[in-house]
C-alpha cells in the first residue's frame, strides 16, 4: 500500500508569510514611525523666529507659539496667519540656524 506523504510542519506553511510581514515591517513601517516621531518632535520645538513651510506650501516666519496653533508672518505685506501646529510640514533650512 501508498502512504500519503506526511504533512509538512503548520510553521514551514506559514513562514514565508512571516518572512514577507518582517519585511515589511523593517522597510515600511519602522521608518515611517521614525519619521513620525521626528515630526512630532520638530513641531512641539517650534519656537518664535523660526521659518517654517506649511502642508499648503506658504512659507513663513514664526511669530506667536500657542499649544495648538501658530500665527506666522508672511511676506511680502507682512501678512500673519493663524494656522494649525501640525500644519507645519517642515523649517526652512534648520541648520543654518544656531
Keep these: ?12 506553511q506559514f513562514l514565508p508569510i512571516l518572512l514577507i ?9 519602522l ?6 516621531k521626528a515630526e512630532k518632535k520638530m513641531r512641539e520645538e517650534l519656537k518664535p523666529g523660526d ?5 499648503g506650501g506658504i512659507i513663513g516666519t514664526v ?3 500657542e499649544p495648538d496653533t501658530l500665527v506666522i508672518r508672511v511676506k511680502p505685506n507682512d501678512i500673519k496667519l493663524q494656522v ?9 533650512n534648520p541648520e543654518s540656524k544656531s
Aim: zero cysteines; proline letters at 7%; glycine letters at 2%.
Design 1 to 12: 500500500m501508498l502512504q500519503a506523504p506526511a504533512a509538512a510542519a503548520p510553521f514551514l
Design 63 to 65: 511669530v506667536n507659539v
Design 31 to 36: 521608518p515611517m514611525q521614525r519619521q513620525r
Design 51 to 55: 521659518n517654517v513651510v506649511t502642508t
Design 21 to 29: 510581514f518582517g519585511i515589511f515591517y523593517f522597510l515600511l513601517f
Design 84 to 92: 494649525s501646529r501640525n500644519a507645519v510640514s517642515a523649517l526652512v
